[in-house]
Each structure stands twice: as structure tokens, then as C-alpha cells.
Antibody, heavy 119, light 107 residues
Framework: QVQLQESGPGLVKPSETLSLTCTVSGYSISSGYYWGWIRQPPGKGLEWIGSIYHSGSTYYNPSLKSRVTISVDTSKNQFSLKLSSVTAADTAVYYC????????????WGQGTLVTVSS | EIVLTQSPGTLSLSPGERATLSCRAS???????LAWYQQKPGQAPRLLIY???SRATGIPDRFSGSGSGTDFTLTISRLEPEDFAVYYC????????FGQGTKVEIK
């Protein structure tokens, strides 16, 4: 059973960098699939942020691409998200999830973690 | 960017009734790369349908998807109490965008 778990600070100051990690259990990231990040502002809809393959190949949402970096650490079976220059508009629940391809649907999701941007 | 518009915003129905949810794309979705998700309060989305009409593993057959091009539909043949939730469509043919959601509430 594939399980994903997000972790990271719940509060980030404006203009700083948001950093989150997703730990995968029940499946080796090195075996395949893409691994992605999706966010959901409180009371609003979903937004795909980007995805990564175990080789490091990435796909990003064009609207966020200039501020996003997704990386992978296969030795720890983890992948990470960095979002720079955050503002209050980046306040959201951030989910990590698994996909078959770089731009794809997501079949397994983490429970999500709320990140608030505030001074 | 392909914009997905879901309608209606809210659907008020009773258990046992049929639910029909619409997802319209601003331009054609290639190869029917469209998925549907169910989300309950405080939970992550759950994949229901991919490829416009293929049910995900473990999804009951009362959920069905149809459509192509710019018009897609999710149908729940007979609503069970656990089906009252918010439903999102997602296209993954060109970047990955989601609709704004349809809430299915108990009438």
C-alpha cells in the first residue's frame, strides 16, 4: 500500500521560501512513476504545482515555474518542494501525490499539510 | 492554459437520486485526458475516473464518466450517503488544470 506524508513548517513569513518534504512508504520512488505537488487555498479549488521523476526530470505549472523547485532524494525515498518569494496568496493546504507521467492524474495522495504565509 | 468550468456549482439531491455533473473545457482536451476526483471535508481528493471514462481501482460502478473534446460528464447513478462531497475535474493533456468544483449536497 503506497502512502505519502507531507512534512515541513506550518508558518512561513512573506518573501521567504516555503519548503516541504514528502516521504513515500510502501513503494520505492526509484522504481518509477512521477511524484507531484498540488495545493488548495482554504475554501478554494486545486492547483497543480509540478511533478518529478526519480531521474530528476521535472514538469512545472507555467504560472508558478519561476518560483518553484522540486527535487528528489531516492536514498531517503523522499521528494521536496521549494516555493520562493511567498505571499499570503500562497497560503494553502499542500498535497503530495503520485502520477503515472509528468503531467497526469494522481492516484495516491498524502493527507495534506496547511502552510500559512504570515508575518 | 485550458480552463475547466464545472456546473452546477451546487447540486442538491436526495439519496437514491441520479447526479449529473458537467465539466466544460475552454479548448479541446487531447486524448480525453480528463480525470474526476471526490473530496470530503478535511480529506485529500480521491481519484474516481481517469481517461474520461475509466474507473480507478476500488471505485463503485455507480460512478461513470463520459465525454470527449470539450464536454465531459460525471454521473452517479444512485446517490449513497457517502457520495455527498465536492467533485473536481482535472485535465492533464496540456499542463494540469482543475475545475472549480461542484458540491453535491443533501436536499
Amino acid at each position: 500500500q503506497v502512502q505519502l506524508q507531507e512534512s515541513g513548517p506550518g508558518l512561513v513569513k512573506p518573501s521567504e521560501t516555503l519548503s516541504l518534504t514528502c516521504t513515500v512508504s510502501g513503494y520505492s520512488i526509484s522504481s518509477g512513476y512521477y511524484w507531484g505537488w498540488i495545493r488548495q487555498p482554504p475554501g478554494k479549488g486545486l492547483e497543480w504545482i509540478g511533478s518529478i521523476y526519480h531521474s530528476g526530470s521535472t514538469y512545472y505549472n507555467p504560472s508558478l515555474k519561476s518560483r518553484v523547485t522540486i527535487s528528489v532524494d531516492t536514498s531517503k525515498n523522499q521528494f521536496s518542494l521549494k516555493l520562493s518569494s511567498v505571499t499570503a496568496a500562497d497560503t494553502a493546504v499542500y498535497y503530495c501525490a503520485r502520477a503515472w507521467f509528468g503531467v497526469d492524474y494522481f492516484d495516491y495522495w498524502g493527507q495534506g499539510t496547511l502552510v500559512t504565509v504570515s508575518s | 492554459e485550458i480552463v475547466l468550468t464545472q456546473s452546477p456549482g451546487t447540486l442538491s439531491l436526495s439519496p437514491g437520486e441520479r447526479a449529473t455533473l458537467s465539466c466544460r473545457a475552454s479548448q479541446s482536451v487531447s486524448s480525453s485526458y480528463l480525470a474526476w476526483y471526490q473530496q470530503k471535508p478535511g480529506q485529500a481528493p480521491r481519484l474516481l475516473i481517469y481517461g474520461a471514462s475509466s474507473r480507478a481501482t476500488g471505485i463503485p460502478d455507480r460512478f461513470s464518466g463520459s465525454g470527449s473534446g470539450t464536454d465531459f460528464t460525471l454521473t452517479i447513478s444512485r446517490l449513497e450517503p457517502e457520495d455527498f462531497a465536492v467533485y473536481y475535474c482535472q485535465q492533464y493533456g496540456s499542463s494540469g488544470t482543475f475545475g472549480q468544483g461542484t458540491k453535491v449536497e443533501i436536499k
